[in-house]
């Protein structure tokens, strides 16, 4: 079967990718409004060492397992540990796919911290 594609502008590409990937600088403002929902798709492990705070830890193998956990109502960033990570924008196409508003944190906590800002930890 063969299907067609069709082609997506730059100016369309661009849209879209701004409008659903977040800046730490971006994050750090909607986190202070408590406009966001904040999620870490890191291991657990990963997750006590250090994290951003206000995150839930729900890692990535786990996000439909947890869908009542997450809010309808709210945009939901998702972030993992640095730009090649793939997690992320994984989850978030899963939560999408299930309705939710989602958002990823551009380069994870590695770059939240390059940034300056500060990472919390469960130890």
């Given at each position: 079967?063969i299907?067609?594609?069709k082609?997506m502008?730059?100016v369309?590409?661009f849209k879209?990718k701004?409008q659903?990937?977040?800046t730490p600088?971006?994050l750090?403002?909607?986190l202070?409004?408590?406009s966001?929902?904040?999620?870490?798709?890191?291991?657990?492990?990963?997750?006590k060492?250090?994290?951003?705070?206000?995150?839930m830890?729900?890692?990535?193998?786990d996000?439909?397992?947890?869908?009542?956990?997450?809010?309808?109502d709210?945009?939901?960033v998702?972030?993992c540990?640095?730009?090649?990570?793939?997690?992320?924008?994984?989850?978030?196409?899963?939560?999408?796919?299930?309705?939710?508003?989602?958002?990823?944190?551009?380069?994870?906590?590695?770059?939240?911290?390059?940034k300056g800002f500060?990472?919390?930890s469960?130890?």
């Amino acid at each position: 079967m063969i299907t067609e594609t069709k082609e997506m502008s730059a100016v369309d590409y661009f849209k879209a990718k701004l409008q659903f990937e977040t800046t730490p600088h971006e994050l750090s403002s909607a986190l202070e409004k408590k406009s966001v929902f904040l999620v870490d798709v890191r291991d657990s492990e990963s997750y006590k060492k250090e994290h951003i705070t206000g995150s839930m830890n729900i890692p990535f193998a786990d996000i439909v397992s947890n869908l009542s956990k997450l809010p309808k109502d709210k945009t939901i960033v998702l972030y993992c540990w640095n730009i090649t990570c793939a997690l992320a924008p994984k989850a978030a196409l899963m939560l999408a796919e299930k309705g939710f508003k989602v958002q990823e944190l551009v380069g994870g906590i590695a770059e939240w911290k390059s940034k300056g800002f500060s990472v919390g930890s469960s130890k």
